[in-house]
């Protein structure tokens, strides 16, 4: 093989020298990404692919564990309660998320102590920040110690194990996901737009009502999705701090596997990942969300 | 910036707060002298890193998780630069393919992720085995690793390679002393974050730990559902302060990559 060949910036010659080196700039990239491919082929796709299928051919080809699901109180109380646990998660991400990006894209000195403070709760284990949240909010946890203190109650507050524990400790887990993009998109703002805009006369409001926030909606779409996304799945902090009665799907799979109702089990899977993946998308197709969302996975 | 105007910086601090105080909680909680879960604490003590580096029961998931971890990063870490190193030289449709493919585990819920494979493992008799704890979380951890290799890939100046292969570099040598150079920030942040990944990884093990293969986070969650005592606190610490200095060199080493 010429050494030569191989640079672009040549010609490549003719003849017997060019067929093997053409071949092998085509195989390279295949052998090299094919051992992982497989890998997530064997280990990942096709376990999860052969677990779904048992919701359509258990016991024979069929349709009905699907269609039983439409008068299964179970199942629509436990959608419902998972569906209506992000929303609210999402909501109260995105308005303690908004005023932490703006703060985080403004800042110069502060910056990276801000950083921290967001990135270190960030990659600490769920499991962790359950637990803490827990420590918070009991019966002798530290919201109510103060205000039994401050003499506000005379007896504790029931918090944890209520739907609302879910709901805090969810938005504290979150947090995260809606700050980073919604502060890339901002930081992204050229600054002359809003000294225009001030200059032109617009008050601080305005400039921001009619500048800063639609030019910044690309980054809420994609912390939107995010945290709506990833709120469905939940199941440890659920199941740590929530109501015994409030299960969402996340729960329910595993009650059903634990007790090898795998056909039941796969349905209930299929329709959240279906969930997951149409929400997906239809955010898509929002202008600017696929760039707000490529920029927050580095 | 003329952002500020819009902001009382008051309420940042007090979103910032929520979002720290938890974890300072954990810290303090686990130097406390109770036996049951306060805060305040009446008092401080070391006992219950006492009673963790006194345990049996916790040491051995303890090492069994950084074992798991550790083999997670090298299988993830090997797999996942060799296809970053594929997948941006692969044409668009195949590309498009192999990306949803490996990034998929970041969208499709974990839950999902956790039985499917539990289905597929529990028929080999893999469950409750430390390879099935470090194939399951391989897969999880692979995304991380692919994003944080192809960025810095993504960040090569094209010419550097074909200058040096143009120069008679063989394609290998090309890649020892030109391309690895560069992307090592890369792979080695996408590393760490594979560790963290599996370190903490708590519903696929709930799943494929059994009895055999009890990994820190599921003791944790076995703790948890009967006593709550400040041991977890100790524990928890612990992790915390592992994460934080892992991430402290993630970014120490992007820093010195980007000074370059």
Same mark, same amino acid.
């Given at each position: 093989?010429?050494?030569?060949?191989?640079?672009?910036?040549?010609?490549?010659?003719?003849?017997?020298?060019?067929?093997?080196?053409?071949?092998?700039?085509?195989?390279?990239?295949?052998?090299?990404?094919?051992?992982?491919?497989?890998?997530?082929?064997?280990?990942?796709?096709?376990?999860?692919?052969?677990?779904?299928? !048992?919701?359509?051919?258990?016991?024979?080809?069929?349709? $009905?564990?699907?269609?039983?699901?439409?008068?299964?109180?179970?199942?629509?109380?436990?959608?419902?309660?998972?569906?209506?646990?992000?929303?609210?998660?999402?909501?109260?991400?995105?308005?303690?998320?908004?005023?932490?990006?703006?703060?985080?894209?403004?800042? !110069?000195?502060?910056?990276?102590?801000?950083?921290?403070?967001?990135?270190?709760?960030?990659?600490?284990?769920?499991?962790?920040? $359950?637990?803490?949240?827990?420590?918070?909010?009991?019966?002798?946890?530290?919201?109510?110690?103060?205000?039994?203190?401050?003499?506000?109650?005379?007896?504790?507050?029931?918090?944890?194990?209520?739907?609302?524990?879910?709901?805090?400790?969810?938005?504290?887990?979150?947090?995260?996901?809606?700050?980073?993009?919604?502060?890339?998109?901002?930081?992204?703002?050229?600054?002359?737009?809003?000294?225009?805009?001030?200059?032109?006369?617009?008050?601080?409001?305005?400039?921001?009502?009619?500048?800063?926030?639609?030019?910044?909606?690309?980054?809420?779409?994609?912390?939107?999705?995010?945290?709506?996304?990833?709120?469905?799945?939940?199941?440890?902090?659920?199941?740590?701090?929530?109501?015994?009665?409030?299960?969402?799907?996340?729960?329910?799979?595993?009650?059903?596997?634990?007790?090898?109702?795998?056909?039941?089990?796969?349905?209930? $899977?299929?329709?959240?990942?279906?969930?997951?993946?149409?929400?997906?998308?239809?955010?898509? !197709?929002?202008?600017?969300?696929?760039?707000?969302? !490529?920029?927050?996975?580095? | 910036?003329?952002? %500020?105007?819009?902001?009382?910086?008051?309420?940042?601090?007090?979103?910032?707060?929520?979002?720290?105080?938890?974890?300072?909680?954990?810290?303090?909680?686990?130097?406390?002298?109770?036996?049951?879960?306060?805060? *305040?604490? *009446?008092?401080?003590?070391?006992?219950?890193?006492?009673?963790?580096?006194?345990?049996?029961?916790?040491?051995?998931?303890?090492?069994?998780?950084?074992?798991?971890?550790?083999?997670?990063?090298?299988?993830?870490?090997?797999?996942?630069?060799?296809? /970053?190193? +594929?997948?941006?030289?692969?044409?668009?449709?195949?590309?498009?393919?192999?990306?949803?493919?490996?990034? /998929?585990?970041?969208?499709?819920?974990?839950?999902?992720?956790?039985? +499917?494979?539990?289905?597929?493992?529990?028929?080999?008799?893999?469950? +409750?085995?430390?390879?099935?704890?470090?194939?399951?979380?391989?897969?999880?951890?692979?995304?991380?690793?692919?994003?944080?290799?192809?960025?810095?890939?993504?960040?090569?100046?094209?010419?550097?390679?074909?200058?040096?292969?143009?120069?008679?570099?063989?394609? %290998?040598?090309?890649?020892?002393?030109?391309?690895?150079?560069?992307?090592?920030?890369?792979?080695?942040?996408?590393?760490?974050?594979?560790?963290?990944?599996?370190?903490?990884?708590?519903?696929? /093990?709930?799943?494929?730990?059994?009895?055999?293969?009890?990994?820190?986070?599921?003791?944790?969650?076995?703790?948890?559902?009967?006593?709550?005592?400040?041991?977890?606190?100790?524990? /928890?610490?612990?992790?915390?302060?592992?994460?934080?200095?892992?991430?402290?060199?993630?970014?120490?080493?992007?820093?010195?990559?980007?000074?370059?």
């Amino acid at each position: 093989m010429s050494e030569v060949a191989q640079s672009p910036t040549l010609v490549i010659p003719l003849g017997a020298a060019k067929a093997p080196t053409f071949a092998w700039r085509r195989a390279a990239p295949i052998l090299l990404a094919a051992p992982l491919l497989i890998y997530m082929l064997v280990f990942y796709a096709l376990p999860v692919l052969s677990m779904l299928l !048992r919701s359509v051919n258990d016991p024979i080809w069929t349709l $009905s564990h699907y269609a039983g699901l439409i008068d299964d109180t179970v199942f629509l109380k436990t959608f419902w309660i998972t569906l209506h646990t992000s929303v609210i998660v999402t909501l109260g991400t995105l308005l303690l998320g908004y005023p932490v990006a703006l703060g985080l894209a403004r800042a !110069r000195a502060t910056a990276p102590l801000i950083l921290i403070v967001i990135l270190l709760p960030f990659w600490t284990s769920v499991l962790v920040r $359950s637990y803490a949240w827990m420590v918070l909010l009991g019966r002798h946890g530290l919201i109510n110690e103060a205000l039994l203190a401050t003499g506000l109650l005379e007896r504790p507050l029931r918090i944890l194990n209520t739907p609302l524990a879910t709901q805090i400790a969810m938005i504290h887990i979150l947090l995260p996901y809606m700050i980073l993009p919604i502060a890339n998109t901002l930081r992204q703002i050229d600054p002359s737009l809003v000294r225009a805009a001030s200059g032109l006369g617009a008050t601080p409001w305005k400039t921001f009502r009619q500048v800063i926030l639609p030019l910044s909606m690309p980054g809420v779409a994609a912390g939107v999705l995010l945290v709506f996304v990833l709120a469905l799945g939940f199941y440890i902090t659920p199941a740590m701090v929530g109501g015994p009665r409030d299960i969402t799907l996340s729960m329910l799979i595993a009650q059903q596997v634990d007790q090898l109702n795998w056909a039941y089990a796969a349905t209930l $899977s299929a329709v959240l990942l279906a969930t997951a993946l149409a929400i997906i998308a239809a955010a898509r !197709r929002l202008p600017g969300v696929g760039n707000a969302l !490529r920029m927050n996975m580095r | 910036m003329s952002i %500020a105007r819009f902001l009382p910086a008051t309420v940042v601090g007090l979103i910032l707060l929520f979002l720290a105080f938890p974890i300072v909680v954990v810290f303090v909680v686990s130097f406390s002298s109770a036996t049951y879960l306060t805060f *305040p604490p *009446p008092g401080f003590d070391l006992r219950w890193y006492e009673a963790y580096f006194g345990s049996e029961d916790w040491l051995r998931p303890t090492w069994l998780s950084l074992w798991v971890a550790a083999a997670v990063v090298v299988l993830s870490t090997l797999l996942g630069t060799l296809a /970053s190193l +594929g997948i941006a030289r692969l044409p668009r449709a195949l590309r498009v393919l192999a990306t949803g493919l490996i990034l /998929s585990p970041l969208i499709v819920p974990v839950i999902v992720v956790a039985i +499917g494979i539990y289905y597929a493992f529990s028929r080999y008799g893999l469950v +409750g085995t430390p390879i099935a704890m470090v194939l399951a979380h391989t897969c999880l951890a692979v995304p991380f690793v692919v994003t944080s290799v192809s960025a810095s890939l993504a960040g090569i100046d094209p010419r550097l390679e074909q200058a040096a292969l143009s120069l008679g570099a063989t394609p %290998a040598g090309t890649f020892r002393q030109v391309t690895l150079p560069l992307i090592r920030p890369g792979v080695v942040v996408g590393a760490l974050f594979a560790f963290i990944t599996s370190f903490d990884e708590l519903v696929v /093990s709930l799943f494929l730990s059994g009895s055999g293969a009890v990994t820190l986070p599921r003791r944790m969650w076995d703790d948890l559902r009967f006593a709550i005592d400040p041991t977890i606190a100790a524990v /928890s610490t612990l992790t915390i302060v592992l994460t934080a200095a892992l991430l402290g060199g993630a970014h120490l080493l992007r820093k010195r990559a980007e000074g370059r």
